[in-house]
């Protein structure tokens, strides 16, 4: 009996080993394991069924030739009460044929229930075996399944901070150059107070005089527009 539970049992893990590397996803594989379980169930529950059936049959057959002997014998007194000896032993041979028959069918039936014994244990353990693994399938379907979500919550947070680190690259250039701008309005302001505006964009080796010159020059336009101003009020 060990044996035959080793050999099914190899054979079935050989299959769904075989089987299971066709799947990616590990909830699958558990299904189809447990598929798989369930069919070979169904099918020793089967086998079971029709050794059952089969050795009733064997039975009923028992019973017919029982009732022939029993009515052998019987014919076999009536014969000898008539007197007809010869009717008598051609009764007993009958007999003798039919209780071959019948220990022959007893033996057979024997065996029988000795193979459904066998079906039943192997059954009522391939059972427990199915239940337990019906349980682990799901505790390892949950499992996987709140591991993915947390890899996944990981992942977005992950991409998240990239997102957020990015973003604050952007405004760490941004204020760069905000700062930048006020540097250079702040100097534009100190050119202008100084009277230096109009040499901004000139090249810094402009000489003393054509600075000087250029103030002058800013100096008459400004007398001219002042003049022109009083005029205007004046008239």
Avoid: C
Avoid at 69 to 85: N, T
Avoid at 214 to 224: A, L, N, P, R, T
């Amino acid at each position: 009996m060990a044996g035959f539970w080793d050999r099914l049992k190899a054979s079935i893990e050989a299959k769904l080993n075989k089987l299971l590397d066709n799947f990616e996803d590990p909830r699958e594989q558990l299904d189809y394991a447990y598929d798989k379980l369930i069919q070979q169930l169904h099918n020793v529950e089967m086998a079971l069924s029709r050794a059952i059936t089969a050795r009733k049959k064997l039975e009923f057959e028992l019973e017919r030739i029982n009732e022939r002997i029993e009515d052998l014998e019987d014919k076999a007194r009536r014969a000898l009460q008539a007197g007809r000896e010869d009717l008598a032993k051609k009764a007993l041979e009958r007999k003798y044929v039919l209780t071959s028959q019948k220990k022959a069918l007893e033996e057979r039936i024997a065996d029988m229930k000795e193979d459904e014994e066998n079906l039943i244990e192997v059954r009522d353990k391939l059972r427990i075996k199915v239940d337990l693994f019906k349980a682990k399938k799901e505790q390892l379907k949950s499992e996987y399944e709140a591991s993915k979500a947390q890899v996944e919550v990981q992942e977005m947070l992950t991409g998240l901070s990239d997102d957020f680190s990015s973003a604050a690259r952007v405004i760490e250039r941004a204020e760069s150059k905000v700062d930048e701008m006020k540097a250079r309005a702040a100097a534009l302001d100190e050119l202008i107070a100084t009277g230096g505006a109009l040499d901004i964009l000139e090249p810094e080796e402009k000489d003393e005089i054509e600075r000087e010159l250029g103030k002058i020059e800013m100096q008459s336009e400004i007398e001219e527009e002042l003049r022109k101003l009083k005029e205007q009020l004046g008239g």
